[in-house]
T-cell receptor
């Protein structure tokens, strides 16, 4: 069975602070894909990043960075110097290559105040 | 480029009525997904298609729900008869070569059954 755990329900920060969102996954497959999506207050789901299980390189995209560690089954997401526009719910998701369901975590609500 | 287009954006109807949600995937994408999002259950995959063929409908809650994809550019999700517990946001997503490429989501349909 596969599972995605986002233990943080809500994180509140003041603008310019860094914020790290945790994502822990479970799967027995050796080939799998991890994703992060952003859902702003307007409701749409915006794709942020995709990682496959064979690529453990960390990635940076502007103020966003991702830390993938297979040893701890984690795919954490950091927003550096947060801004009010970063306020949203962030979802981590897992898809294995074996026709399993695309499994979303419960989401972490990030609130950035000025 | 046009993204995934869903209609209507909002639907309010009375219990017992038939509801039809529509989705136009991104041109050229070969996978189409229907999701439901509620506070209680989060994001749930209802059904997905590959090349217009339903692959996994195990997430469809009851026989009252049905989905079709008559061609590569159009899909419908029907609820008949609708019930108040069907109230949710319904998302459609499409992908090319899933899961090697991400799913791209439409803006969703906010459905309220009175």
């Amino acid at each position: 069975a596969q599972k995605v755990t986002q233990a943080q329900t809500e994180i509140s920060v003041v603008e310019k602070e860094d914020v790290t969102l945790d994502c822990v996954y479970e799967t027995r497959d050796t080939t799998y894909y991890l994703f992060w999506y952003k859902q702003p207050p307007s409701g749409e789901l915006v794709f942020l990043i995709r990682r496959n299980s064979f690529d453990e390189q960390n990635e940076i995209s502007g103020r966003y960075s991702w830390n993938f560690q297979k040893s701890t089954s984690s795919f954490n997401f950091t927003i550096t110097a947060s801004q009010v526009v970063d306020s949203a719910v962030y979802f981590c998701a897992l898809q294995t290559d074996s026709w399993g369901k695309f499994q979303f975590g419960a989401g972490t609500q990030v609130v950035v105040t000025p | 480029d046009a993204g995934v287009i869903q209609s209507p954006r909002h639907e309010v109807t009375e219990m017992g009525q038939e509801v039809t949600l529509r989705c136009k995937p991104i041109s050229g994408h070969d996978y189409l997904f229907w999701y439901r999002q509620t506070m209680m259950r989060g994001l749930e995959l209802l059904i997905y298609f590959n090349n217009n063929v339903p692959i996994d409908d195990s997430g469809m809650p009851e026989d009252r729900f049905s989905a079709k994809m008559p061609n590569a550019s159009f899909s419908t999700l029907k609820i008949q008869p609708s019930e108040p517990r069907d109230s949710a946001v319904y998302f459609c997503a499409s992908s090319l070569l899933w899961p090697r490429q991400p799913q791209h989501f439409g803006d969703g349909t906010r459905l309220s059954i009175l």
